[in-house]
Protein backbone atom coordinates (compact mmCIF):
# COMPACT_ATOMS: atom_id res chain seq x y z
CA UNK A 1 0.00 0.00 0.00
CA UNK A 2 1.37 3.18 -1.02
CA UNK A 3 0.60 6.59 1.13
CA UNK A 4 -0.94 7.59 4.37
CA UNK A 5 -4.63 6.85 5.44
CA UNK A 6 -7.15 8.28 7.57
CA UNK A 7 -8.54 6.00 10.15
CA UNK A 8 -10.29 4.86 13.11
CA UNK A 9 -9.73 1.75 15.44
CA UNK A 10 -12.38 -0.24 15.76
CA UNK A 11 -11.69 -3.15 17.21
CA UNK A 12 -8.57 -4.55 18.84
CA UNK A 13 -6.83 -7.52 20.21
CA UNK A 14 -3.78 -8.95 21.79
CA UNK A 15 -2.15 -11.18 19.00
CA UNK A 16 0.97 -12.09 20.99
CA UNK A 17 2.85 -11.30 23.45
CA UNK A 18 3.68 -8.54 22.41
CA UNK A 19 1.68 -7.74 18.89
CA UNK A 20 -2.00 -6.46 18.56
CA UNK A 21 -4.31 -7.22 16.35
CA UNK A 22 -6.72 -4.00 14.70
CA UNK A 23 -9.63 -3.76 12.74
CA UNK A 24 -9.54 -0.62 11.27
CA UNK A 25 -12.07 1.69 9.61
CA UNK A 26 -9.83 3.83 6.76
CA UNK A 27 -11.12 6.49 4.54
CA UNK A 28 -10.70 4.81 1.43
CA UNK A 29 -9.62 0.99 2.01
CA UNK A 30 -13.36 0.41 4.21
CA UNK A 31 -12.27 -1.77 6.93
CA UNK A 32 -9.38 -3.62 7.02
CA UNK A 33 -7.36 -5.58 9.16
CA UNK A 34 -3.88 -5.16 10.26
CA UNK A 35 -0.98 -6.72 13.06
CA UNK A 36 0.70 -4.02 14.69
CA UNK A 37 3.92 -5.72 15.99
CA UNK A 38 5.69 -4.14 19.25
CA UNK A 39 2.26 -2.42 20.27
CA UNK A 40 1.80 -4.11 23.47
CA UNK A 41 5.45 -3.95 24.56
CA UNK A 42 6.37 -1.66 27.51
CA UNK A 43 8.06 0.37 25.70
CA UNK A 44 5.74 1.09 23.16
CA UNK A 45 4.99 4.58 22.16
CA UNK A 46 1.47 2.97 20.17
CA UNK A 47 -0.30 2.56 23.39
CA UNK A 48 -2.05 5.44 23.23
CA UNK A 49 -2.61 6.16 19.88
CA UNK A 50 -4.35 2.84 18.67
CA UNK A 51 -7.63 3.23 20.65
CA UNK A 52 -11.00 3.77 19.20
CA UNK A 53 -12.21 7.78 18.61
CA UNK A 54 -8.44 8.22 18.22
CA UNK A 55 -7.96 9.63 14.49
CA UNK A 56 -4.94 8.38 13.04
CA UNK A 57 -3.14 8.50 10.26
CA UNK A 58 -1.82 4.83 9.14
CA UNK A 59 0.48 2.96 6.66
CA UNK A 60 0.25 -0.65 6.14
CA UNK A 61 1.84 -2.97 3.56
CA UNK A 62 0.93 -7.08 3.16
CA UNK A 63 -0.72 -9.33 0.39
CA UNK A 64 -3.15 -11.42 2.36
CA UNK A 65 -6.40 -10.61 4.03
CA UNK A 66 -4.81 -9.70 7.31
CA UNK A 67 -1.81 -6.77 6.71
CA UNK A 68 1.15 -5.52 8.43
CA UNK A 69 1.04 -1.95 9.82
CA UNK A 70 3.69 -0.23 9.03
CA UNK A 71 3.24 3.19 10.17
CA UNK A 72 1.09 4.83 12.77
CA UNK A 73 0.47 8.77 13.84
CA UNK A 74 -2.17 10.14 15.94
CA UNK A 75 -4.11 13.47 14.60
CA UNK A 76 -5.46 14.41 17.67
CA UNK A 77 -6.48 13.17 20.59
CA UNK A 78 -8.99 10.48 21.05
CA UNK A 79 -12.48 12.08 20.96
CA UNK A 80 -13.78 12.34 24.28
CA UNK A 81 -16.52 9.40 25.00
CA UNK A 82 -17.43 8.91 28.52
CA UNK A 83 -20.53 7.00 30.27
CA UNK A 84 -23.45 6.49 27.83
CA UNK A 85 -21.52 8.05 24.97
CA UNK A 86 -18.70 5.53 24.92
CA UNK A 87 -21.62 2.62 25.08
CA UNK A 88 -22.79 4.49 22.10
CA UNK A 89 -19.85 4.60 20.14
CA UNK A 90 -18.58 1.60 20.99
CA UNK A 91 -21.99 0.43 19.17
CA UNK A 92 -21.22 2.45 16.15
CA UNK A 93 -17.87 0.55 16.01
CA UNK A 94 -19.38 -3.16 16.56
CA UNK A 95 -22.03 -2.28 13.46
CA UNK A 96 -19.51 -0.72 11.31
CA UNK A 97 -17.43 -4.35 11.92
CA UNK A 98 -19.89 -6.29 11.33
CA UNK A 99 -21.51 -5.29 8.49
CA UNK A 100 -19.10 -3.80 6.34
CA UNK A 101 -16.87 -6.25 4.11
CA UNK A 102 -13.21 -6.20 4.04
CA UNK A 103 -11.39 -4.01 2.14
CA UNK A 104 -14.51 -2.29 0.32
CA UNK A 105 -14.17 1.53 0.14
CA UNK A 106 -16.76 3.44 1.55
CA UNK A 107 -15.09 6.94 1.82
CA UNK A 108 -18.40 8.96 2.47
CA UNK A 109 -19.16 6.52 4.90
CA UNK A 110 -16.06 7.19 6.60
CA UNK A 111 -17.26 10.82 6.71
CA UNK A 112 -21.22 9.88 8.21
CA UNK A 113 -18.75 7.82 10.95
CA UNK A 114 -16.44 10.85 11.83
CA UNK A 115 -19.40 13.28 11.75
CA UNK A 116 -21.35 11.01 14.54
CA UNK A 117 -18.48 10.20 16.40
CA UNK A 118 -18.20 13.88 16.90
CA UNK A 119 -21.90 14.54 17.67
CA UNK A 120 -21.98 11.86 20.73
CA UNK A 121 -18.55 13.80 21.86
CA UNK A 122 -20.29 16.91 21.75
CA UNK A 123 -23.53 15.33 23.18
CA UNK A 124 -25.50 17.75 25.59
CA UNK A 125 -28.53 16.41 25.50
CA UNK A 126 -29.87 12.48 23.81
CA UNK A 127 -26.90 10.68 22.08
CA UNK A 128 -30.03 9.04 19.92
CA UNK A 129 -30.28 11.51 17.02
CA UNK A 130 -26.68 10.95 16.06
CA UNK A 131 -26.79 7.49 16.26
CA UNK A 132 -30.12 7.60 13.59
CA UNK A 133 -28.51 9.22 11.36
CA UNK A 134 -25.42 7.34 11.41
CA UNK A 135 -27.88 3.76 10.64
CA UNK A 136 -29.84 5.65 8.36
CA UNK A 137 -26.25 6.87 6.22
CA UNK A 138 -25.41 3.13 6.43
CA UNK A 139 -28.30 1.22 5.02
CA UNK A 140 -27.96 4.21 2.69
CA UNK A 141 -24.73 3.28 1.69
CA UNK A 142 -25.07 -0.71 2.09
CA UNK A 143 -27.28 0.00 -1.33
CA UNK A 144 -30.77 -0.39 1.02
CA UNK A 145 -32.85 2.10 -0.47
CA UNK A 146 -36.24 3.12 0.85
CA UNK A 147 -38.79 5.77 -0.19
CA UNK A 148 -40.37 6.91 2.43
CA UNK A 149 -41.99 9.68 1.46
CA UNK A 150 -44.16 7.55 -1.39
CA UNK A 151 -46.72 4.69 -0.77
CA UNK A 152 -45.55 1.66 -2.13
CA UNK A 153 -48.87 0.29 -2.66
CA UNK A 154 -50.05 3.70 -5.01
CA UNK A 155 -46.99 6.03 -5.29
CA UNK A 156 -49.06 8.96 -3.97
CA UNK A 157 -47.43 10.76 -1.33
CA UNK A 158 -47.55 10.23 2.15
CA UNK A 159 -50.13 12.02 4.47
CA UNK A 160 -48.88 13.19 7.82
CA UNK A 161 -51.94 11.70 9.55
CA UNK A 162 -52.05 7.99 8.09
CA UNK A 163 -50.63 5.26 9.05
CA UNK A 164 -48.54 2.91 6.77
CA UNK A 165 -47.26 -0.48 7.26
CA UNK A 166 -43.75 -1.47 6.40
CA UNK A 167 -43.32 -4.08 3.98
CA UNK A 168 -39.42 -5.38 3.24
CA UNK A 169 -38.16 -4.99 -0.16
CA UNK A 170 -41.35 -3.01 -1.34
CA UNK A 171 -41.56 0.26 1.09
CA UNK A 172 -44.69 1.42 2.97
CA UNK A 173 -48.01 0.63 2.36
CA UNK A 174 -51.15 2.21 3.38
CA UNK A 175 -52.74 0.17 6.60
CA UNK A 176 -55.33 0.44 9.21
CA UNK A 177 -52.98 -2.00 10.95
CA UNK A 178 -51.19 -1.06 13.57
CA UNK A 179 -48.43 -3.07 14.84
CA UNK A 180 -44.68 -2.77 15.37
CA UNK A 181 -44.27 -2.07 11.66
CA UNK A 182 -46.59 0.59 11.70
CA UNK A 183 -45.94 4.09 10.96
CA UNK A 184 -47.41 7.74 10.79
CA UNK A 185 -46.39 9.56 7.36
CA UNK A 186 -45.30 12.01 9.94
CA UNK A 187 -42.62 9.87 10.99
CA UNK A 188 -41.88 8.73 7.57
CA UNK A 189 -41.33 12.54 6.87
CA UNK A 190 -38.91 12.22 9.55
CA UNK A 191 -36.93 9.41 8.65
CA UNK A 192 -36.77 11.08 4.98
CA UNK A 193 -35.23 14.15 6.70
CA UNK A 194 -33.26 12.25 9.16
CA UNK A 195 -34.43 15.07 11.75
CA UNK A 196 -36.24 13.75 14.43
CA UNK A 197 -37.69 16.84 16.58
CA UNK A 198 -39.32 14.77 19.58
CA UNK A 199 -39.36 11.28 21.21
CA UNK A 200 -42.34 9.80 18.72
CA UNK A 201 -39.89 10.78 15.37
CA UNK A 202 -36.72 9.31 17.59
CA UNK A 203 -38.69 6.10 18.97
CA UNK A 204 -39.72 5.41 15.38
CA UNK A 205 -36.59 5.75 13.58
CA UNK A 206 -35.31 3.27 16.26
CA UNK A 207 -37.99 0.65 15.71
CA UNK A 208 -37.46 1.18 11.95
CA UNK A 209 -33.54 0.92 11.59
CA UNK A 210 -33.48 -2.00 13.87
CA UNK A 211 -36.07 -3.67 11.57
CA UNK A 212 -33.63 -3.02 8.44
CA UNK A 213 -30.37 -4.10 10.18
CA UNK A 214 -31.45 -7.11 11.29
CA UNK A 215 -30.51 -8.88 7.85
CA UNK A 216 -27.12 -7.10 7.71
CA UNK A 217 -26.34 -8.89 11.51
CA UNK A 218 -28.56 -12.20 11.59
CA UNK A 219 -29.23 -13.91 14.89
CA UNK A 220 -26.18 -12.82 16.62
CA UNK A 221 -26.32 -9.82 19.64
CA UNK A 222 -24.21 -7.38 19.66
CA UNK A 223 -21.89 -7.39 22.67
CA UNK A 224 -22.16 -3.36 22.78
CA UNK A 225 -25.69 -3.69 23.66
CA UNK A 226 -25.40 -6.11 26.21
CA UNK A 227 -22.37 -4.18 27.89
CA UNK A 228 -24.47 -1.07 28.18
CA UNK A 229 -28.03 -3.13 29.80
CA UNK A 230 -25.06 -4.14 32.28
CA UNK A 231 -23.94 -0.15 32.54
CA UNK A 232 -27.93 0.69 33.35
CA UNK A 233 -28.25 -0.94 36.27
CA UNK A 234 -25.09 -0.21 37.28
CA UNK A 235 -25.87 3.46 36.72
CA UNK A 236 -28.85 3.81 38.38
CA UNK A 237 -27.43 2.25 41.75
CA UNK A 238 -25.18 4.94 42.13
CA UNK A 239 -28.04 7.24 41.69
CA UNK A 240 -28.08 8.94 45.13
CA UNK A 241 -32.39 8.74 45.81
CA UNK A 242 -33.81 12.21 46.00
CA UNK A 243 -34.40 13.69 48.94
CA UNK A 244 -37.68 15.26 49.42
Known amino acids: MEGWQRAFVLHGRPWSETSLMLDLFTEN ?15 SHLKGALQPFTPLLVRWGGRGEVKTLRNVEAV ?8 TTLYCGLYVNELVARVLEHETPFPELFFDYLHCI ?43 GMTYSYREEKGFI ?56 QFIPKKRAETPDRQE
Open 29 to 43: HGRVRVISKGARSKR
Open 76 to 83: SLALPLSG
Open 118 to 160: QSLAQANGSPEPALRQFELALLGHLGYGVDFLHCAGTGEEIED
Open 174 to 229: ASLVINQRSFTGRQLRALAERDFPDGDTLRAAKRFTRMALKPWLGGKPLKSQELFR
